[in-house]
């Protein structure tokens, strides 16, 4: 069983900063790409931001030079930081860990969603 952790998050004046963690947990063999996603209200579900396990990352246009994401120190653990924060950013923002491949399921390839976190942005 493998489970994301989610930290982080909350309420940011406009032109701040926050910083978002997410721990996937369990029997984990190996993790293709980790990365956020957010869901603003009457809005699709949409990708912030990803790193590969070789490194890579991506970023939605929306984001680019103001949100970073990165491997934190523990495995398998990546976080995002959040600068210049806008009211549009305000959304819950979701992890997701692809491509997990579990020691107690061989051959199987799954991906998994962390519970939400809320990320406000208001004065």
């Known amino acids: 069983q493998v489970q994301l952790v989610e930290s982080g998050g909350g309420l940011v004046q406009p032109g701040g900063s926050l910083r978002l963690s997410c721990a996937a947990a369990?029997?984990?063999?190996?993790?293709?790409?980790m990365g956020w996603y957010r869901q603003a209200p009457g809005k699709q579900r949409e990708v912030v931001a990803s790193i590969t396990s070789g490194g890579s990352t991506n970023y939605a246009d929306s984001v680019k030079g103001r949100f970073t994401i990165a491997r934190d120190n523990a495995p398998n653990t990546v976080a995002l930081q959040m600068n210049s924060l806008k009211p549009e950013d305000t959304a819950v923002y979701y992890c997701?860990?692809?491509?997990?491949?579990?020691?107690?399921?061989?051959?199987?390839?799954?991906?998994?969603w962390g519970q939400g976190t809320q990320v406000t942005v208001s004065s």
């Open positions: 997701n860990a692809a491509g997990v491949q579990d020691w107690t399921l061989p051959g199987v390839v799954r991906n998994y």
């Open positions: 369990g029997s984990i063999r190996s993790i293709s790409a």
